[in-house]
C-alpha cells in the first residue's frame, strides 16, 4: 500500500470594512452605468511581490516561510529640479546660485540638521532659427546662438518628515517648482533583515517538529537542504496611479464634435498586502515604509515512510502428536 503524506493549508480570512474610495470606480460602462453616466478608470492591481526560490522537482519535502517587515523611514532625501536661462554664461550662472543661496539660507534657518547638495546636470548653449529671405529661391533658416541653458538638482536630506511642506514652500518662493521624488533611508537596513531572518527560521523550525509528529518520523538525522532570499522595496516603486470621473453617454447620431476635458490623474501609494505572508512585523502601515520580504525553503532530502504498527497474530489452532508410547509432542506447524 501506498503511504500519502497530507499537508493542510491554512487560509486566514480577512475581513474589510465598507469604506473603499473612488479606487473601485473600473471600467465596466456594462455593469456600472447608472442612467447617463459612465464610470471609467483605469486598472489598479494590488502588489503581491515575492520571491521564488526554486528546488529541483523531487518527491523531497519542503518546509517554506515568507516574512515581511514594515520599517518607517530614519531620514529622507527630497530632489528638486531647476532650470536657469540667460542670455551669457556668467549671467545664466549667476541667477542660478542667487536662487540656490536663498533656498539653503531658508531651509538651514528651517532645521540645523538639514544636509543639501547641489547636483550639477548640464550647461549648454541653446540656438535659435533665423530667416534669411531671398528674393529668387527658397528662404534659409541659420541657426544662432541664443543664449545658456544651466540644469542642477537640489538634494535635501532631513530627517523629519513634517519639514517637506517647508522645503515645497522655500522652492516655490525662488520659482523652484519640479519634486522630482523622495528617497526613504534606513539606518540599520542589514539588523533589519537579521531579525526578520530569525523570526522566519524560528518558524520554520516549528513547522518542522510539526510535521515530525504528524508523519511519526526524525528529520534529524535526515540529510537537509537550505535556501533563502532578501527583497527589498522602498516606496517610490510602490505608487500607482488612476483617474475616477463621471462622462455623460451622448447619442452622437447628429454630426457633431465632442471636446472631453482633461480629467485630473490621482497618485497613491499601495504597499504589499500582509495576506500571502506567513507573519509580518509592524503590520501597521500609516505613512509610506520600506518593506523587506523574505522567503526561507528547508528540503528534507527522501524523508522516510510513516512508521507503521505491525500487530503480532497467534496462531489459532495448536497442533500435537500421540507417539505409540503414549507421549505427546507439540508440532511448529507455519514456524
Given at each position: ?35 447617463n453616466l459612465n464610470y471609467i478608470n483605469a486598472q489598479i492591481y ?112 532631513y530627517t523629519d518628515s513634517e519639514l517637506l511642506s517647508d522645503f ?89 464634435n465632442v471636446t472631453q476635458t482633461a480629467k485630473t490623474r490621482t ?69
Amino acid at each position: 500500500m501506498k503511504n500519502l503524506l497530507i499537508f493542510s493549508v491554512l487560509i486566514s480570512s480577512i475581513c474589510f470594512g465598507q469604506e473603499s474610495g473612488n479606487i473601485n470606480y473600473q471600467s465596466d460602462r456594462s455593469n456600472r452605468s447608472s442612467g447617463n453616466l459612465n464610470y471609467i478608470n483605469a486598472q489598479i492591481y494590488n502588489p503581491t511581490q515575492g520571491l521564488s526560490i526554486p528546488f529541483s522537482n523531487t518527491n523531497d519535502l519542503y518546509i517554506e516561510v515568507n516574512g515581511l517587515s514594515n520599517i518607517k523611514a530614519d531620514s529622507y532625501v527630497a530632489v528638486f529640479h531647476v532650470t536657469q536661462m540667460g542670455k551669457t554664461a556668467l549671467e545664466v550662472n549667476a541667477l542660478l546660485n542667487e536662487k540656490l543661496d536663498h533656498i539653503k539660507a531658508a531651509i538651514t534657518e528651517k532645521s540645523t540638521e538639514v544636509e543639501v547638495f547641489v547636483d550639477m546636470l548640464s550647461f549648454v548653449p541653446v540656438y535659435e532659427y533665423t530667416v534669411e529671405k531671398k528674393l529668387f529661391s527658397k528662404d534659409t533658416y541659420n541657426e544662432i546662438p541664443k543664449g545658456f541653458e544651466l540644469k542642477k538638482n537640489i538634494h535635501i536630506h532631513y530627517t523629519d518628515s513634517e519639514l517637506l511642506s517647508d522645503f515645497i514652500s522655500i522652492c516655490t518662493t525662488e520659482e523652484v517648482y519640479d519634486l522630482i521624488k523622495v528617497d526613504y533611508n534606513c539606518n540599520d537596513l542589514e539588523q533589519k533583515k537579521k531579525e526578520l531572518a530569525e523570526k522566519a527560521v524560528a518558524k520554520v523550525k516549528e513547522k518542522a517538529e510539526r510535521f515530525e509528529g504528524l508523519l511519526n518520523v526524525d528529520f534529524e538525522a535526515l540529510d537537509k537542504q537550505v535556501v533563502e532570499g532578501f527583497q527589498v522595496y522602498y516606496p517610490v516603486e510602490q505608487y500607482q496611479s488612476y483617474k475616477a470621473f463621471s462622462s455623460a453617454s451622448l447619442d452622437l447620431n447628429k454630426t457633431g464634435n465632442v471636446t472631453q476635458t482633461a480629467k485630473t490623474r490621482t497618485s497613491f501609494y499601495q504597499p504589499i498586502p500582509a495576506k500571502a505572508y506567513d507573519f509580518v512585523i509592524n503590520p501597521v502601515i500609516l505613512a509610506p515604509v520600506i518593506q523587506i520580504v523574505y522567503q526561507v525553503r528547508l528540503k528534507i532530502v527522501n524523508p522516510p515512510k510513516p512508521k507503521e504498527i505491525v500487530a503480532a497474530t497467534k496462531a489459532d489452532k495448536e497442533y500435537f502428536l500421540v507417539t505409540t508410547n503414549g507421549d505427546i509432542k507439540e508440532l511448529q506447524i507455519g514456524n
